[in-house]
């Protein structure tokens, strides 16, 4: 829900020399470093083709969006000041109970001007665990290194070429920001963002955080899109979420800076029988008895942001990085590159498109031209509309 899966995992499940008893605590690791990279930006990834083609549901009468609350106009309010900040730097711990396992990443984000910004997230408390990502760009080149358990990558791309051709196509804005977060050079908005789109928030709060007047906005998320459940099989619509979806949202911001303090993820407590883990038998009815039912798994993510500094000055050597000589970096910009200019192409022609469709609606309109009749005839009645 507020991330991407780490990559590593994602193309490869388990590393063949791995104890298979270490897979499980590899994919607390993946969906826990998810989460912080919504908050930052996510890996860099070619850019899909996703600008062609109709929008679901084309030809359907639109639905019209509800008006904002004051909670989402806060928070509408807070992404563009966050975006708008020249400078941050910022200590932050992520404390997390999912899938019976409590943990911590701890991490440092640092952002200047001139598309400059480092980001280092590393797990702790995680038994026979370890994971680590690191980010860094100086504007020119950005790179990521990332290490689970013995497994290292390294990838790098050249964000000078890449965000001078993302600024210099046309794209709708909607879209550029799309892909600016997907290949990993937004900020902490992006949390923001993503939250925005996919939590309903209908409460707003002032209070205090440890001593600091904020804002607390509250909400639920109550989107069961690309969610399943335990058996594998998609969650029905009306089906309320389980509990290991942390779908109670609280964000603290700032009341003066709307800098996003702690963001808390906590899922619904709910009765065993409400998630009845027991099989089905050919008769639809359960086995086993009540005392078989697993234990509802509640997930507690919470984001935590310390030694917060905006628009101050940023030591130039937080945004160096030395890899290693003898390593082979995954450099995907022609990639990249090549995708956005797809991007364009194709929004260039869906905008010709609709243009061509909000032409003067007589052009496109057939004229009945009555057939001629010889002397003496009478011309057949006009056809009926």
């Known amino acids: 829900m507020i991330g991407h899966s780490f990559p590593t995992l994602e193309e490869k499940p388990y590393i063949p020399t791995m104890p298979k008893n270490r897979i499980f605590p590899a994919t ?10 919504q908050a930052h930006g996510q890996p860099p990834q070619p850019v899909p083709n996703q600008a062609g083609g109709p929008p679901a549901g084309a030809g359907a009468t639109p639905v019209k969006p509800a008006p ?3 909670a989402e106009t806060l928070l509408d309010e807070a992404i563009s000041k966050v975006k708008a900040l020249n400078s941050v730097s910022a200590e932050l711990v992520e404390k997390v109970a999912m899938l019976d396992q409590k943990f911590v990443i701890k991490g440092r984000y640092r952002k200047a001007s001139k598309d400059r910004f480092f980001l280092k997230l590393e797990v702790h ?3 026979d665990s370890s994971g ?12 990521e290194y990332q ?10 791309l050249e964000a000078g070429a890449i965000l001078a051709k993302l600024r210099g196509i046309d794209l709708d804005e909607e879209m550029r920001e799309r892909i600016t977060i ?8 992006a949390l923001l963002v993503g939250l925005r789109k996919t939590i309903t928030f209908d409460q707003k709060t002032k209070g205090t955080l440890d001593g600091r007047p904020v804002w607390i906005i509250r909400g639920n998320w109550t989107n069961h899109e690309g969610l399943v459940a335990p058996n594998l099989q998609p969650l029905p619509p009306a089906m309320r979420l389980p509990s290991y979806v942390p779908s109670l949202v609280t964000v603290y911001l700032g009341e003066d800076d709307y800098w996003p303090y702690k963001v808390m993820l906590v899922g619904q407590q709910t009765s065993p029988i409400l998630e009845d883990t027991r ?3 050919p008769n639809g009815k359960r086995i086993g008895s009540l005392r078989s039912i697993q234990k509802p798994l509640l997930t507690r993510i919470e984001l935590i942001y310390s030694d917060v500094k905006l628009n101050a000055p940023v030591a130039d050597q937080e945004f160096v990085f030395a890899p290693p000589k003898d390593v082979q970096a995954d450099d995907r910009t022609k990639e990249i590159l090549d995708g956005l200019e797809q991007a364009a192409t194709r929004q260039a022609a869906m905008k ?12 496109n309109q057939t004229i009945d031209v009555p057939k001629s009749t010889a002397p003496g005839e009478v011309a057949p009645p006009a056809a009926k509309k």
Do not use: H, M, N
Not at 29 to 36: D, N, P
């Open 125 to 127: 408390d995680l038994p």
């Open 28 to 37: 607390v690791i993946a969906v826990a470093l998810s989460g912080l990279f």
């Open 182 to 189: 997907q290949l990993g050079f937004a900020g902490p908005d």
């Open 68 to 70: 904002p609350t004051e």
């Open 279 to 281: 099989p089905t038998g």
């Open 352 to 363: 010709k498109a609709e243009a061509a469709k909000g032409e003067d609606p007589l052009l």
């Open 132 to 143: 680590l990502i690191q980010q860094v760009c100086d504007g020119t080149t950005f790179w």
């Open 147 to 156: 290490k689970v358990f013995e497994t290292q990558i390294y990838r790098k």
